[in-house]
């Protein structure tokens, strides 16, 4: 009579620690990928900046040769 109850008891003590170290062990992989990803945005916010300053210094010299060849032909 006592293992109608004890049995199903201890099952359900198992069952919730089991339960609980997997909430846990996705909580923590959770965090890590959430900082992984925060890092990410930060570095891809910095090379934006970067590209958008190499773009300006790469393409002012062409854009003033360009306006002196149009200047020289008349085009403008």
Same mark, same amino acid.
């Given at each position: 009579?006592?293992?109608?109850?004890? /049995?199903? %008891?201890?099952?359900?003590?198992?069952?919730?620690?089991? /339960?609980?170290?997997?909430?846990? *062990?996705?909580?923590?992989?959770?965090?890590?990928l959430l900082?992984?990803?925060?890092?990410?945005e930060?570095?891809?916010?910095?090379?934006?900046?970067?590209?958008? *300053?190499?773009?300006?210094?790469?393409?002012?010299?062409? %854009?003033?040769?360009? *306006?002196?060849?149009?200047?020289?032909?008349?085009?403008?």
């Amino acid at each position: 009579m006592i293992e109608y109850v004890v /049995g199903p %008891a201890l099952a359900v003590l198992i069952s919730l620690k089991v /339960g609980k170290f997997a909430v846990d *062990k996705q909580t923590k992989r959770t965090d890590e990928l959430l900082v992984r990803i925060e890092r990410l945005e930060q570095s891809i916010e910095v090379r934006d900046k970067e590209i958008a *300053k190499k773009m300006l210094i790469t393409l002012t010299p062409m %854009a003033k040769a360009i *306006k002196t060849v149009q200047e020289t032909l008349g085009i403008q």
